[in-house]
């Protein structure tokens, strides 16, 4: 099946500070990936959708201006969390899709600020 | 799915028992479902899909179960391992085309071997 990559795994970071998460299709083109965020023992909560080389759509609630979403390749869309705080601390997914309706995910980035 | 709350039923079950897991949706418009397996610290794993014009898909070990009358879904996994053990998700497509899916609150399977 495909598959989707993150990077890094794991981060931590003072608070305060910007943290990038990369994810990548490996083996096919990605015209849509998607951006989730899991707090410990509960399900994952769509942050946004991004389509390469427009402008993310934010879920509501969630701050388009803390987390920056950059889809600028079919393989590529980074996420960045601005001056982060102990409150973002969590896990971050991303997933692809080629245009059907499947999702292949990435395997996570755990964020832990201090 | 509906995602409800930060308690995330649990279902334990002995080796080689058949395991049910169920999972109710709320928007009518849903036309695509999905079970994910989660093992911890890890990314969802598709494990089977179901278009709203069936209401039942086997796969491997596996069986989803599509009640659009009661917007219910289930899935069956048949002589349950240890290794299946993880947090099961079930998602729908609110009916739309472009990939966008809402995640229920999920089950914790453990299998005790």
């Known amino acids: 099946g495909a598959v989707v990559s993150q990077h890094p795994s794991w981060v931590i970071c003072k608070s305060g500070t910007s943290v990038k998460i990369e994810c990548r299709s490996l083996d096919f083109q990605a015209t849509t990936m998607f951006w989730y965020r899991q707090f410990p023992k509960q399900s994952l909560m769509l942050m946004a959708t991004s389509n390469e080389g427009s402008k993310a759509t934010y879920e509501q609630g969630v701050e388009k201006d803390k987390f920056l979403i950059n889809h600028a390749s079919l393989t590529l869309s980074t996420l960045t969390v601005t001056s982060a705080h102990p409150e973002d601390s969590s896990f971050y997914i991303c997933s692809a899709s080629g245009g059907r309706d499947e999702q292949f995910f990435g395997p996570g980035t755990r964020l832990t600020v201090l | 799915g509906e995602s409800v709350g930060l308690h995330l039923p649990t279902l334990s079950v002995q080796e080689g028992d058949n395991s049910i897991i169920n999972c109710a949706y709320s928007?009518?418009?849903?036309?695509?479902f999905i079970w994910y397996k989660q093992e911890s610290g890890k990314g969802p794993q598709f494990i089977i899909d179901?278009?709203?014009?069936?209401d039942k898909r086997q796969g491997q070990r596996v069986t989803v179960l599509l009640n659009k009358t009661v917007k219910h879904l289930s899935l069956q996994i048949a002589a349950t391992q240890p290794g299946d053990s993880a947090v099961y998700f079930c998602a729908d497509n609110l009916g739309t085309s472009y990939g966008k899916l809402t995640f229920g609150q999920g089950t914790i399977l453990t299998v005790h071997p």
């Open positions: 928007n009518s418009a849903s036309d695509y």
């Open positions: 179901i278009r709203s014009n069936m």
